[in-house]
């Protein structure tokens, strides 16, 4: 199983697809808590020139919860990260992280059925773009 969830959109440009992406997070109940634009960081602390990179890090406040109540220490796994790439012109690949395998490395059965459900979720607003 893949460590990430993939999906490569074609016919619109970075701007639409991103914005498309965090509607479609919304309607799974993800909020955007952190935001990372490695294109403007490379430039700034490199000096080098980078294809459209950004970081989304993502939270449902209801499962993070749930969660944190089983395993206190998941939040170093936490928030679930989005990426929005430009690979060529109107050509944006999204990825996300895949809970179930992130999840995996913790011991403790009872965060399967949480990391069931948020890879539904994430899969769902992959799939939807």
């Known amino acids: 199983m893949k460590y990430y969830l993939k999906t490569l959109v074609t016919g619109q440009s970075y701007d639409e697809v991103r914005e498309n992406l965090i509607a479609e997070m919304k309607k799974e109940g993800f909020g955007v808590l952190t935001e990372a634009n490695l294109q403007a960081a490379f430039k700034e602390k490199l000096g080098l020139d980078y294809r459209k990179y950004e970081i989304l890090g993502a939270c449902n406040p209801r499962y ?29 690949e999204v990825a996300a992280v895949n809970p179930i395998v992130m999840m995996s490395t913790i011991d403790n059965e009872l965060l399967k059925p949480i990391a069931k459900d948020i890879y539904d979720k994430m899969k769902r607003i992959i799939d939807s773009l």
């Open 64 to 92: 993070a919860y749930k969660a944190l109540e089983i395993e206190d220490k998941l939040g170093v796994y936490l928030p679930c990260n989005f990426i929005i790439q430009e690979m060529a012109e109107n050509t944006i």
